[in-house]
């Protein structure tokens, strides 16, 4: 279950409706980026040709029968926030009267999980499986907002207010859907080595089938994946938030990023 920064962010801040939880009100000063780590692990270095020698030499010169190659089996890796980021982006309707009085979002994922399942030489047997609570999920933490590029930031309290609406039955109804989910159902690699991974997202209590490509590599017990996944709120039968009659609202579009790194179990 991915997605991937699966949220609803809202733009109006009219009034307090719920009291934030404690993972909305903590900021995490250091963002995870992963992918800055491709290659950087010393797992799968080569050996120099002197150890190479030197371990020619400890060897035995007795003959013995070729020991038979173990059958590859698929790995599962887990996956979680305290290493890897998962956020998403909800824009302002730039065409609405109060657009000027609005802002654009980021929500990042907390205390959400996932496990690849993965084989090089048989991609029948990947399988992803991502849950993201909706009740974690942080409204626009600053340096959250610094990291996607948003020149503003957000005071507390305006930000437990836009939590209040997002989470509201009209958008995430997290009472009723408290979790959002991937599971896949199907994995192939595209002409430029990217892996497609394509399965169920579920949001607010409706599945739509979708594909998610991203860029992946595995190192020694590591593995790696980057990518985005756009969406409309219509897709999920959604309106997007606006209020005073639609004077300030937010956009169709969202999108969700990823930038993870799981472990080998």
């Not at 302002?92 to 109060?98: N, P, S, T």
């Not at 609406?165 to 979790?179: F, G, K, T, V």
């Not at 579920?202 to 089938?209: D, Q, Y």
Request: charged share 25%.
């Amino acid at each position: 279950m991915l997605i991937v920064s699966l949220l609803i962010l809202n733009s109006g801040c009219i009034t307090v409706e719920c009291e934030p939880t404690e993972a909305a009100d903590t900021e995490d000063s250091s963002i995870p980026t992963p992918s800055q780590d491709w290659g950087s692990g010393t797992e799968n270095e080569s050996t120099t040709p002197e150890e190479t020698e030197e371990e020619e030499e400890e060897e035995p010169s007795t003959e013995s029968e070729p020991t038979p190659e173990p059958t590859p089996e698929p790995v599962d890796y887990l996956f979680n926030d305290d290493a890897s980021l998962l956020y998403v982006q909800v824009w302002k309707d730039e065409d609405a009267w109060g657009s000027g009085f609005a802002h654009n979002h980021v929500m990042r994922s907390s205390n959400w999980e996932g496990v690849v399942t993965y084989m090089e030489d048989d991609l029948s047997s990947c399988n992803f499986d991502f849950v993201v609570p909706v009740n974690d999920l942080i409204v626009d933490e600053d340096v959250m907002r610094e990291y996607v590029g948003y020149s503003d930031t957000i005071n507390q309290s305006d930000r437990a207010e836009i939590r209040s609406h997002m989470l509201d039955s009209n958008q995430l109804d997290a009472e009723n859907h408290p979790y959002i989910s991937f599971v896949s159902a199907s994995c192939s690699l595209d002409s430029s080595a990217k892996l497609r991974v394509t399965g169920d997202f579920t949001l607010v209590g409706t599945t739509r089938e979708v594909d998610l490509v991203m860029d992946f590599m595995i190192d020694g017990n590591m593995f790696y994946a980057r990518g985005r996944f756009d969406f409309n709120h219509s897709d999920f039968n959604l309106t997007p938030y606006s209020a005073l009659n639609g004077f300030i609202r937010n956009d169709e579009p969202l999108n969700i990023h990823f930038d993870m790194v799981g472990s080998a179990l």
